[in-house]
């Protein structure tokens, strides 16, 4: 539906990650790595031009979710179908580079920045305060994780990031859909 809806195509890379009762990761590291995904495609808007000088990717996300015993990280942009081969390249690199180099990356506290920053823009919401009230208590994460987001995300420590990365997101899934 999507391709035949929609003239740009779709590149999407991801992985899965652990779950919130995951014994071997603290809890919300997902969220970490995604918003530093979040910052680097911001870096590969501005930086991947077509020959005009104008931005080849139109939207791009990345995105994160864990429950009670798995979770995903993925990352996904569009673009116009004659980039489709360079973007899928650079959006699989970028996933590499990001997460693999993230526990040594000067990113880091950006990262836990606008981890901390999304968290909080999500809240203002009603219905994902209400989301979230009712997973706490139906999964008995309001007992299991009794510290702030905040206080999580700041007590990931880079060796965490990167046995995240060597034992989760080394071998990503590309999904490309083309309007063809």
Do not use: E
């Amino acid at each position: 539906v999507y391709s035949s809806l929609n003239p740009l195509s779709l590149v999407a890379c991801g992985s899965i990650a652990p779950g919130l009762n995951s014994t071997n990761f603290p809890p919300y590291l997902h969220h970490l790595a995604r918003a530093a995904l979040a910052l680097a495609l911001d870096d590969l808007h501005r930086t991947l031009l077509d020959p005009d000088g104008l931005p080849i990717l139109k939207y791009y996300a990345a995105n994160a979710w864990a429950g009670y015993d798995v979770g995903w990280l993925y990352a996904w942009i569009a673009v116009p179908p004659q980039f489709t081969s360079d973007a899928s390249r650079r959006l699989q690199a970028l996933f590499h580079s990001t997460l693999r180099d993230l526990a040594n990356s000067p990113a880091l506290p950006a990262a836990r920045a606008r981890a901390i920053f999304d968290a909080q823009l999500a809240l203002h919401s009603r219905n994902t305060l209400f989301d979230l009230i009712i997973q706490n208590y139906l999964f008995g994460y309001d007992k299991r994780l009794p510290l702030s987001y905040q206080t999580y995300l700041t007590n990931i420590s880079p060796p965490q990031l990167s046995t995240f990365y060597s034992l989760y997101a080394r071998f990503p899934v590309t999904i490309i859909v083309t309007p063809q």
